[in-house]
């Protein structure tokens, strides 16, 4: 931790380059509160106490939120890669078979720790703050955990060890499809109907008030889980269908064609058009996925401010589909990614894979440049920061007063970066690659968590993982 005897004094630290919202500044200094909160943010002023600041090295840019996460799923990466047997193709449905068997694997204990790792690379790779999309509530079986909230207190506790800001996303999950019941493997993510969920998400909101840098948010798992109906009653009874809340709402939608024509066949509604027909998406609302979108859901959902909750790397490794980002971003559609399945943790892999997916499809270059931002990195990691921060429910935005001081540095003497100056360092983060990763230093709430690259629990991290895993 960089700070001054007294953690409640302000701290003033300054970088050669600083992102501020009206742009670079060079060098810059961000001043930080004793709760982590940027009370300013300015060019360095040698007339002042500024020229007492020592200034360090490197690009201060906003930390890169991750919308999307099932941490357990961190412990099948690279091992779903096979031809399932009996199956003349694979796909989502062939891989969801092996997810499973992971989750039937897990107790508190092993998810605690897993968890734990995962973060740490988290911090490591520039993202600051974490959407779990928790569904693992229960033993196999259905069998009730003891607390209830076992799982979910094992992610807390992961994120409070390593320091990254965690939104729990207890989800609701109620059907194993269009008119199906829970299959026994689904048994230890559902509950027997809204009210037990309801009183989890209680529970869960007195812990996560004990949390730094936490926030309870609510998820429903898909159109397939959980009906219009149910969803309703769900935020009615936990007071967050009221005008105005900020509580996040995140739901898994249009994800594979299957399930459009199985919503088609069961509703007579493609998926994001029944929930905008029942008034359930808005500002709050984080569509995951939505890869699969009629040219009016994409107008329609983008109008209403929802975020599109993008997970490129595990989009491609599931055959999913290409997510339609130039139609979205026309329409003023806000995004955010996330690592999701975890086959890969590195928000800079994700931006850099949505815009080279377009261009494969479009045959062309830079396709989400825009006329007011001609620079894909700009763009990217503008609008990932923005509307990841809104997924999340935590401001950590931009580098501006008011914003948690959640900022990553980029090393500027790294080979890939060294000869870029702040019009093109974006670009050459997202789209110039190498084996040593050009993020040097994590910050979260004006503490340094990562220094050189390390976060300082890695190497703990790994050996509790490595004794419980091995």
């Known amino acids: 931790m960089i700070r001054g005897m007294d953690a409640s004094l302000p701290l003033r630290v300054a970088f050669d380059h600083v992102c501020a919202p009206g742009g670079w500044l060079s060098p810059g200094v961000l001043e930080i509160d004793g709760t982590g909160m940027i009370t300013d943010v300015r060019s360095l002023r040698t007339d002042s106490m500024d020229a007492r600041v020592e200034v360090r090295p490197g690009f201060a840019l906003p930390a890169l939120p991750n919308v999307h996460s099932h941490a357990f799923q961190r412990a099948m990466a690279g091992h779903a890669e096979h031809r399932s047997p009996g199956h003349a193709s694979d796909s989502f449905w062939t891989w969801r078979e092996a997810m499973y068997d992971v989750a039937a694997s897990m107790n508190p204990e092993a998810l605690e720790s897993l968890a734990a790792l995962l973060f740490v690379e ?10 779990e999309f928790h569904y693992l509530h229960h033993e196999p079986g259905g069998i009730a955990a003891t607390p209830a909230t076992a799982y979910s207190d094992a992610i807390l506790r992961a994120a409070t060890r390593v320091g990254i800001g965690v939104t729990l996303c207890p989800v609701l999950y109620l059907h194993g499809g269009f008119d199906k019941t829970l299959e026994p493997r689904q048994l230890r993510f559902g509950h027997r109907d809204v009210a037990a969920f309801v009183d989890l998400w209680h529970e869960l909101d007195a812990k996560v008030e004990e949390v730094p840098h936490a926030r309870l948010a609510i998820a429903f798992h898909s159109l397939r889980a959980v009906r219009p109906d149910e969803m309703h009653r769900c935020l009615d009874a936990l007071g967050l269908a009221r005008t105005g809340d900020t509580t996040p709402v995140h739901i898994h939608v249009a994800e594979q064609p299957l399930e459009v024509d199985d919503c088609l066949r069961a509703t007579g509604k493609r998926p994001v058009e029944l929930l905008l027909d029942e008034n359930l998406v808005d500002a709050r609302t984080c569509l995951v996925h939505a890869t699969h979108l009629s040219d009016n859901e994409i107008i329609r959902a983008a109008a209403t401010g929802a975020i599109a909750g993008l997970c490129p790397t595990t989009e491609a490794n599931l055959g999913d589909g290409l997510f339609a980002l130039s139609p979205w971003l026309d329409a003023g559609g806000a995004i955010g990614i996330g690592s999701d399945s975890q086959i890969s943790v ?5 931006l850099r894979l949505l815009e080279y997916g377009q261009r494969l499809v479009h045959g062309q270059r830079c396709v989400a440049a825009q006329s007011d931002t001609l ?34 540095v980029l090393d500027g003497s790294h080979p890939r970066l060294h000869s870029h100056g702040v019009a093109t360092i974006r670009d050459a983060a997202i789209f110039s690659r190498s084996r040593r990763s050009v993020v040097r230093e994590t910050w979260r709430a004006g503490e340094r968590l990562v220094a050189n690259g390390r976060h300082r629990e890695s190497d703990a991290v790994l050996t509790d993982w490595a004794s419980i895993h091995t």
């Open 122 to 131: 988290m911090l490591e790779s520039g993202s600051t703050a974490v959407a």
């Open 346 to 350: 590195d928000p800079l892999e994700e």
């Open 375 to 408: 620079h894909v990195g700009d763009l990217l990691w503008t609008r990932a920061a923005l509307g990841g921060a809104r997924a999340i429910g935590q401001d950590v935005a931009e580098l501006a007063p008011g914003q948690r001081a959640d900022f990553i």
